[in-house]
Every structure is written in structure tokens, then in C-alpha cells.
């Protein structure tokens, strides 16, 4: 009974933790849950982005996938060692992404 108790209190304050904040967002703008999963699934530069009307990249999407998301990974480092910058990346792929 106690660990029913415990779990179910832990369920409410989690809950309400993520569900106030998700609510919170004004209608017709950005943030609430997609902002949420943006920011804990592909940090906080992505969430801030997206909050401000840029789009999630397909190369960040691909980060979710376990095998995928090394390849990207090495692939990202790549292209950041050569040094290119978010205007370089902003030409090639758009700028709604960058």
C-alpha cells in the first residue's frame, strides 16, 4: 500500500511538473509540448529555435535512433571540424532550420 501511495505522489508531482509548463504556452505560438520534447530530446539550442519559429532539422530527428544517431554524430562532428558556421548551414539546407 505504501508503495502504490509513494508511486502515485511521485506520478502527481511529475505530472505536474511537466504539465504546467506545457500549458503555459500562449495559443497560437510556439513552445508547449513540442517545445518540451524539443528541448529534452535535441537540447536546449533546439528547443530555443523552435520556440523562436526556426524547425527542427531532419539531421537532428535522425539523433533519435540509436545506430543512426552515431553515424549523424561523426557526420556532424565532420562538418563542424571543418569549421562551417550556421550561416554556411543555413545557405545549404534554409533558413527555417538555421
Known sequence: MKKMLIVL?????LASCICVPVSNAAEGE???LM???AGCCFGIRAGGDY???KEIHWREWLRIVPIVSLVVGIWDGI???E???TADFAKQYGSMYY
Not at 505522489?9 to 508531482?13: D, Q
Open 9 to 13: 505522489v511521485a506520478g502527481v508531482l
Open 30 to 32: 510556439r513552445g508547449g
Open 35 to 37: 517545445g518540451f520534447v
Open 51 to 53: 520556440n523562436s519559429g
Open 79 to 81: 562538418e563542424c571540424a
Open 83 to 85: 569549421g562551417k558556421t
